[in-house]
């Protein structure tokens, strides 16, 4: 089964769930930026409890919408370090953390000028770091897939059933599902892959 979705920052786990059990995937390059979607945040298990880390884009000014390709980061803020400072703070604690720090101090070390290649190197660095190896084709016409657009929406309720995995401050803040796959990776590490291999796609 062949799976259509749009590139995200730091991929969530119901979408890596979907891809687990997919033949393979097509990442579709020709659609509109849109707010509030995994485009430009993800979210992580902070602390204080669910922390939103957001990317700021550069705004062309003419209220028009722009295509995600399109897009770029608004490198004159600081957010790299406060994203990768949040990432740190929340997870250092976590079981597999300190196997992935350096890989992912790496990554943010090269940070491309457009939203969507950063995008896909969060996703390409997350994939490899799970290592889920699947066929990705690309697409520059917009697919219009259902599926594809409520999987890249922030702030849907999803009606997925995640089975519960042990996370950093659990005990404060209980189970939080529809996370960045970050949280998946530096609280599992390998078992990862039999977590996404478990889950049932409904």
Known sequence: MSLILHSSYFMDVESLIHLFHSQSFQLDLGDS?????Y????????????????????HDGNGSSMMYRDVNIDHSQSWAINHLKSIVSAYKNSPYFEFYE???????????????????KTMQWLLNELQVEKPIEF????????????????????AHKFQKYMQVFQEKH???????????LFNLGPASRVYLRNEQIT
């Not at 930026?33 to 979607?37: C, M």
């Not at 485009?39 to 880390?53: H, K, P, Q």
């Not at 890989?103 to 995008?119: C, E, G, Y």
Request: aromatic share 10%; glycine share 4%; hydrophobic share 40%.
């Open 139 to 158: 697409s520059n016409d917009y697919l219009e897939n259902n599926q594809a657009t409520y999987l890249i929406t922030a702030k849907k309720k999803s």
């Open 102 to 120: 350096a890989s992912l101090r790496q990554l943010f070390a090269d940070i491309p000028v457009k939203l969507m290649d950063w995008n896909l």
């Open 39 to 58: 485009r430009s945040r993800c979210y992580i298990a902070a602390a204080n409890g669910r922390l939103t880390l957001n990317i700021p884009i550069v």
């Open 174 to 184: 209980g189970f939080q599902p529809s996370l960045s796959g970050l949280d998946l």
């Open 33 to 37: 930026y849109v707010k509030q979607t």
